[in-house]
């Protein structure tokens, strides 16, 4: 018997790799002649606003064992605290700024580098401000859906203790596991997938 069209079923989730680079980063993957350049390997142009940061990402195992076939994709307000959204109806973002970016994890390291610039604070539902931050989907081969978390900045101690999302961690001690370490001009975080240091998840 045909299947009511009054409801639909989920599709079966299929993990992405490994061929996830060849879909999504062709370039990194040795494939010329489809993208003169990675779609969101480039996030800022000489006249983007802001204090433009470094970032220096590895997604580790629960041994701690560096993926080196992961891709991460990270999604940001500009440094005014604006998304570049149809939805953003509270001002205009940086038109000189990319607020999207996505880079595989290198073969060798299992790390991933972006150049972009520290995110404004942007209002919760309620309307407090949550503290600067940028959004992390996460896919590789063995993981089934996209994994969602963020990453907050050491240096913004203030704002992290009066952000909304952060309060809503029940086990304190997993707070860290989502703030990036300064290091110079550049941010050092670590997203744990299982094991002591496992990274906070979140739904959506």
């Keep these: ?19 996830v680079h060849i879909g999504l980063t ?42 080196r076939d992961a891709l991460i994709e990270i999604w940001q307000a500009d440094a005014n605290g604006f998304y570049n959204s149809p939805a953003e109806l509270r001002g205009d973002a940086d038109p000189d700024f990319q607020c999207w970016g ?10 991933c580098s972006f150049q972009t610039i520290k995110p404004g604070r942007v209002p919760f539902g309620d309307g407090r401000l949550m503290a600067p931050h940028i959004s992390l989907w996460i896919v590789a081969r063995g993981i089934n859906i996209g994994l969602h978390t963020r990453l907050y900045f050491s240096d913004e101690a203030r704002a992290n203790a009066e952000d909304p999302i952060l309060a809503r961690i029940e086990h304190r001690v997993r707070v860290p596991t989502l703030i990036a370490e300064r290091q ?4 050092i975080f670590d997203v744990h997938l299982q094991g002591e240091k496992e990274t906070v998840f979140f739904d959506s």
């Design 102 to 111: 996505r880079q595989p994890t290198d073969m060798e390291t299992g790390l």
């Design 26 to 67: 062709p370039n990194f993957g040795g494939i010329g002649g489809v993208y003169p350049t990675d779609l969101g390997a480039t996030m800022l142009n000489d006249k983007t606003k802001g204090e433009r940061i470094g970032l220096r990402i590895r997604v580790l195992d629960g041994t701690g064992t560096p993926l």
């Design 184 to 187: 110079g001009d550049a941010y």
């Design 1 to 19: 018997m045909a299947q009511s069209l009054t409801r639909l079923k989920e599709s079966p989730s299929q993990t992405a790799g490994p061929y």
